[in-house]
């Protein structure tokens, strides 16, 4: 089973910023909160990753509460191209294990 | 970014018959690469976990000898269904891990259908 849970569904007016929510309440210490997301009939697209510390990159920032038991990833300026469902995954495993269990993710629909 | 792809990107075929799909990563060498099915509105289920030079370990429920897994090179990775079905028609996706970035780095997904 996946270790997060996130909003079904979420709507943004495009030019504004999109907040996507995740809850990983039993995350250990040593494990990653990634950012995926996924264009319909595409593979996923890396967004971002953090331990501990609040992220940021060139498509968006990761901001982690201080007990890592959630997690918001921040899209700036939402455009159309970023409609896709967004996955908030915590990495598994150690050393070649590197297994991504999926949820459902979030379907940003970002309208015009 | 890195680059993993993969190839073909739809395949059709009849019931019975062998459909092989290639993972390559384009930039940079893959010890591990992972095989995962997603089916419509669904997420993605990791199928196996392919190594280079050793045998794929899979996941519950997923059958090795129906689903066929060589990683004979650091850049390249195959999936062979065996005997394939209309239930096996699905949205195959590789990816491959970046051991010097520490990131895993996902193909374009090959569509299978199956008539």
């Known amino acids: 089973d996946a270790k997060t849970t996130q909003p079904t569904s979420m709507d943004c007016a495009e030019g504004r910023a999109a907040n996507l929510p995740c809850n990983h309440s039993?995350?250990?210490?040593?494990?990653?909160v990634y950012w995926y997301r996924q264009i319909h009939s595409q593979g996923p697209q890396y967004i971002i990753h953090?331990?501990?510390?609040?992220e940021t990159n060139e498509m968006a920032s990761l901001i982690i509460t201080e007990d890592r038991k959630s997690s918001t990833l921040i899209l700036p300026h939402a455009t159309l191209r970023d409609t896709a469902v967004y996955y908030c995954?915590?990495?598994?495993?150690?050393?070649?294990?590197?297994?991504?269990?999926w949820g459902l993710g979030t379907s940003l629909a970002v309208n015009p | 970014g890195a680059v993993v792809s993969q190839h073909p990107s739809r395949v059709i075929c009849k019931s019975g018959t062998s459909v092989k799909i290639e993972c390559r990563s384009l930039?940079?060498?893959?010890?591990?690469m992972f095989w995962y099915r997603q089916f419509p509105k669904k997420s993605l289920m990791l199928m196996a976990t392919?190594?280079?030079?050793?045998?794929?370990?899979?996941e519950q429920g997923v059958e090795k000898d129906k689903f066929l897994i060589n990683h004979a090179s650091l850049t390249l990775s195959t999936l062979t269904v065996t005997s394939a079905h209309p239930e096996d028609s699905s949205f195959y996706i590789c990816?491959?891990?970046?051991?010097?970035?520490?990131?895993?780095?996902f193909g374009p997904g090959t569509r299978l259908t199956v008539t």
């Open positions: 039993t995350i250990s210490g040593n494990e990653y």
């Open positions: 990816s491959a891990w970046d051991r010097v970035k520490y990131e895993q780095y």
């Open positions: 392919s190594n280079e030079g050793s045998k794929a370990t899979y």
């Open positions: 930039d940079f060498q893959a010890t591990t």
């Open positions: 995954i915590v990495r598994v495993g150690g050393g070649n294990n590197r297994k991504l269990i």
């Open positions: 953090g331990l501990k510390n609040n």
